[in-house]
């Protein structure tokens, strides 16, 4: 009778009871947790663990980590520095395998990517918190300024910190096995709220050289900006270097890379060299309660130095939920494919093609059968799809493809290429809270369904940003299914800048028509924006936008930066509708609320907004 219905059953369900098969749990010894370093201990019991379906359990302890005795090998991460990494947790190649902390702490000392899931499959990592005892940044309160001599002195923290001014330079960490060549790039919090400065872009520095330090009498040490000091740093704020790019990013905390099915539950990242998690060419991904904070009670105004979370040229549906993104110094979320840039047409159906920043070095943009999209300018159009016959990498920056039909006419170098077949994921992320950080809450760049629902934001620059660009980092491309709504906006473009809260455009290089429509069908619905300043909403190229039922509150939290801007403003789009919304404050806007330009505002749709709301 089993016989029999192995026969009948379907190939679906054959494959479900394969997958049910029974999980080996292997437990790490416990005198791992009391030992000065327990990476071989760890890396061997996972080394000689079964491929599939696997339990690896740690019990509850304190776990320190290592290079010296870590795996080892030269790994390429996308929107970091590729090197020859050290790694604790090698989960290569593994299926149905699980790992649980019980709620262990994982510490980290010197340079290591903690976590790496590479060509596995079903995979869940939960309860457990990544950190470095001695983080890789340095903070000092500012107790004073010389506009002209381009000096401030700081009283550095000493606590849980590693650095010593020698040389005239301000070196870090000097207990990790590794010393940032210089101070590199900073950004000054504010005590009381544990976020960015209001004006913190003035203090966002991208330095190219090293600053000079020197201890004074008084025990401070007084830095010279090597260029003009662009503000004062307010007396009291805190100052926090990471060094300087191209060292700041060696690796994130978990990287997933061509894998299937993850899921990242009730895991906390103190710390990270990089980002919190990158996704990079995977597919299915979840991150729940997925926090990535400082340690309470620590002082440390910096969690991880880049991104929080990070998903490249993923497909399949990512969700993000129910988590905590603060003080990282980079986005709590950036979603995108990548472009290639056609370096030379070698043949009616082939040509070379280039990555464009040297943190995209090693990415492998494709493989034979993906479908690409083939921007050929003035166009930025998705109206060419071809399919990849083969493909060859070069180097690490540079390809052959050969498709397997012919290019379009007037293929040419300078054109642009994106792949279709791993750039098309539903993205969703709820219920989480992002605040006290550098740079954006959410940044999209993802043609597939997007759904921003029920998220507590506070930002120094845009809170919600769409701009597929290939002018920098070349992260592709237009979003074309957007529904925002629910949201609480809170107090952001803290940092100043000519951006808005919710700001949609394109920065396609200047080969592309700067005035064709790029987005598409986005919505925002009833969220909630408590702001101290005007630029609410800002939408240019735009292919249908709808706007209603938003509240917009005016406070007297900080100084405006544009106050005579509207609040909302859209340009070279169609397709517009906007009604419903409240502004309260008397219509103290200082400008006029609405700002649509002649060329959206044919055919628009424009009722019932107030203006003037009462409480």
């Known amino acids: ?98 790992i649980d902390g019980q709620g262990s702490r994982f510490l980290f000392h010197g340079t290591m990517l903690p976590i790496l899931i590479s060509g596995c499959s079903d995979v869940v990592v939960r309860n457990v918190s990544i950190d470095w005892p001695s983080p890789f940044f340095v903070q000092g309160t500012v107790t004073a300024v010389d506009m002209d001599k381009r000096t401030y002195d700081l009283k550095m923290h000493t606590e849980g910190f590693s650095w010593k001014a020698e040389e005239g330079r301000l070196k870090f960490p000097v207990d990790q096995g590794f010393i940032f060549s210089s101070a590199g790039e900073s950004l000054v919090f504010d005590p009381v709220t544990n976020g960015p400065v209001h004006g913190a872009g003035d203090f966002d520095f991208h330095r190219r050289s090293d600053v000079r330090a020197e201890r004074q009498p008084n025990g401070a040490i007084r830095i010279w900006e090597t260029g003009r000091l662009r503000g004062s740093p307010p007396i009291g704020s805190v100052m926090t270097f990471k060094g300087p790019m191209g060292e700041n990013r060696y690796a994130p905390a978990i990287h997933c890379i061509d894998s299937d099915g993850v899921r990242i539950e009730n895991v906390t990242v103190h710390h990270a060299l990089g980002m919190g998690f990158l996704g990079e060419k995977s597919k299915d991904i979840t991150l729940s309660r997925f926090d990535v904070i400082v340690p309470e009670g620590s002082g440390r105004m910096i969690s991880a130095t880049a991104d929080a979370t990070h998903f490249c040229n993923c497909r399949g549906d990512v969700l993000v939920e129910k988590s905590r993104f603060e003080n990282m110094l980079d986005d709590a979320t950036n979603v995108h494919g990548t472009y290639l840039e056609i370096e030379k047409v070698t043949g009616p159906r082939s040509v070379e093609a280039t990555l464009k920043h040297f943190q995209q070095a090693g990415f492998i943009f494709g493989a034979p059968g993906d479908q690409t999209w083939i921007l050929v300018a003035p166009s930025s159009e998705r109206s060419n799809v071809n399919t990849i016959d083969s493909f060859e990498q070069i180097n690490e920056m540079r390809c052959r493809i050969v498709f397997r039909n012919d290019l379009p006419k007037g293929v040419k170098a300078g054109d642009l290429l994106e792949n279709k077949t791993w750039n098309t994921s539903s993205f969703t992320m709820r219920e989480c809270t992002m605040r006290n950080h550098r740079a954006r809450n959410i940044v999209l760049k993802a043609p597939g369904r997007v759904v921003v629902e029920n998220n507590y934001m506070q930002s120094m620059m845009a809170a919600v940003l769409l701009r597929g660009e290939a002018s920098h980092w070349y992260e592709s491309g237009a979003s074309t299914d957007v529904t925002i709504r629910g949201n609480t906006f809170e107090n952001c473009l803290l940092g100043g800048g000519n951006q808005a809260v919710i700001w949609i455009q394109p920065r396609i290089n200047n080969r592309f028509d700067q005035k064709q429509l790029f987005d598409r069908n986005i919505t925002i619905e009833n969220n909630r924006f408590n702001t101290f300043d005007n630029l609410v909403i800002k939408a240019t190229n735009v292919d249908g936008i709808t706007i209603k039922d938003n509240t917009i509150t005016r406070n007297r939290d900080y100084v405006p930066f544009h106050p005579a801007e509207a609040l909302i403003n859209v340009s070279l789009s169609k397709d517009i509708v906007i009604e419903s919304n409240r502004y309260f404050d008397g219509g103290k806007t200082h400008g006029k609320p609405l700002n649509v330009d002649s060329v959206s505002e044919k055919g628009a749709k424009i009722s019932g907004n107030d203006w003037n709301a009462k409480p």
């Open 1 to 98: 009778m089993i016989k029999v219905l192995k026969l009948f059953l379907p190939a679906v369900l054959s494959v479900s009871i394969c997958a049910a098969a029974p999980m080996q749990t292997i437990e790490i010894p416990a005198d791992a947790a009391s030992q000065a370093d327990a990476t071989e201990i760890v890396r061997k019991a996972i080394a000689g663990a079964p491929r599939k379906n696997v339990r690896i359990v740690f019990p509850k302890g304190d776990y320190h980590f290592r290079p010296d005795r870590a795996f080892g090998k030269f790994h390429h991460i996308t929107n970091h520095t590729s090197g020859y990494k050290y790694i604790a947790l090698n989960l290569e190649g593994m299926h149905r395998v699980e």
